[in-house]
């Protein structure tokens, strides 16, 4: 994850040490997923900046991967064949509409979003003896319920509980 003033200095190191080692790397925008609460929209290293400071010095070609495809990373590759790197911006360009992901925390929480405010109990569903069929129908309500945007750029947005190392992002 990309923190302006802690390693946004080492974007065009790291596409460097992906291109050399044939290594596609992603990028993500600092979100307010962080245990100390220290995030701040002035600290997120945007796509926009991400891909200009590499495209400075490794010339890219147009964008592939628009989120339709299997991951979260917009992908850009290097116009002399070097390979590519993909940023995930889910701060200044937000993907939600797009987005099939649902994260199972350690614990058996069961999350439609990594900005979700409510879980899902799985491990308390599974313990209690609930039948596939349980399951499935209190998955579906999950994701069913998948909030149409996380609104982090919003005044309404509330930062979740838990942290992403917590979550499984």
């Not at 790397?25 to 979100?31: L, N, S």
């Not at 989120?67 to 992908?75: I, L, N, R, T």
Request: net charge negative.
């Amino acid at each position: 994850m990309l923190v302006r003033g802690v390693n946004d200095d080492e974007v065009v190191d790291f596409a460097t040490f992906g291109r050399e080692r044939g290594v596609s790397v992603r990028f993500i925008e600092f979100m307010p997923l962080d245990a100390s609460g220290e995030w701040t929209a002035d600290k997120v290293v945007a796509r926009d900046e991400i891909v200009a400071t590499i495209g400075a010095v490794y010339p890219l070609e147009p964008a592939g991967e628009d989120h339709s495809g299997p991951e979260p990373a917009e992908v850009f590759r290097y116009a002399d064949g070097g390979g590519d790197f993909g940023v995930i911006a889910s701060v200044t360009n937000a993907f939600c509409d797009s987005c099939d992901r649902v994260r199972l925390t350690a614990d058996g929480q069961l999350r439609s979003c990594l900005f979700a405010l409510d879980e899902l109990d799985l491990r308390a569903l599974l313990r209690g003896g609930a039948s596939d069929d349980d399951l499935a129908v209190a998955v579906e309500g999950c994701v069913a319920a998948k909030w149409a945007g996380h609104s982090v750029n919003q005044v309404q947005f509330i930062r979740p509980r838990r942290s992403m190392s917590q979550i499984g992002g």
